[in-house]
């Protein structure tokens, strides 16, 4: 029974993040997983937007069957207080962070899985954008 932690935007959510979060909570091995969701303040220091706004991007992390507690993402250097005071295990993160946090292996073991290809946030926008409809009105479907 072991405790994993993960973080992120988790915005416009999509199968790249329920694999990352199924996988993560399958590290756990019955134990529970705990997701920092980024503040929409943090997501500024991260230099992203996101869609949806914090409270709504918690709601969406909190109904995942695989996710045991949300907890807000408010800056950079929250990650070892967490890892502490949630006596977490293990921390993982998809692979596009690799070697990012190595840093944390001095609080728990750290762990890169690799990221679900050709989707992200950012295509899903794309995508939304190419299929809109060009009628002025279409907004009010
Ligand atoms: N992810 C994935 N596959 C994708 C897209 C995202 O596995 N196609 C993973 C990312 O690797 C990350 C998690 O889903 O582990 C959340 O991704 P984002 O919401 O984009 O988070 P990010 O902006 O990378 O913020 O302190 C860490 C940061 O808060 C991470």
């Known amino acids: 029974m072991r405790t994993v932690i993960t973080y992120g935007t988790y915005d416009l959510l999509h199968y790249g993040h329920i694999e990352l979060l199924r996988r993560a909570k399958e590290m756990a091995g019955g ?16 230099g992203k937007t996101s869609h949806f706004e914090y409270s709504k991007r918690k709601k969406m992390v909190e109904a995942i069957r ?3 507690l949300v907890i807000p993402e408010e800056d950079w250097s929250q990650k070892p207080a967490d890892i ?5 295990d293990l921390f993982v993160m998809g692979d596009d962070w690799q070697g990012e946090f190595d840093d944390l292996s001095a609080f728990c073991e750290v762990a890169y899985i690799s990221r679900t290809p050709e989707i992200s946030s950012t295509v899903i926008k ?4 190419q299929t809109a409809p060009k009628n002025k009105d279409a907004g009010h479907e």
Do not use: M, P, W
Not at 31 to 46: A, H, M, Y
Not at 84 to 88: A, F, G, N, W
């Open 84 to 88: 502490q005071h949630h006596s977490v």
């Open 31 to 46: 134990g529970r997983l705990i997701v920092g969701v980024s503040t929409d303040e943090f997501n500024t220091q991260k």
């Open 66 to 68: 695989y996710v045991d």
């Open 126 to 129: 794309q995508a939304i954008h």
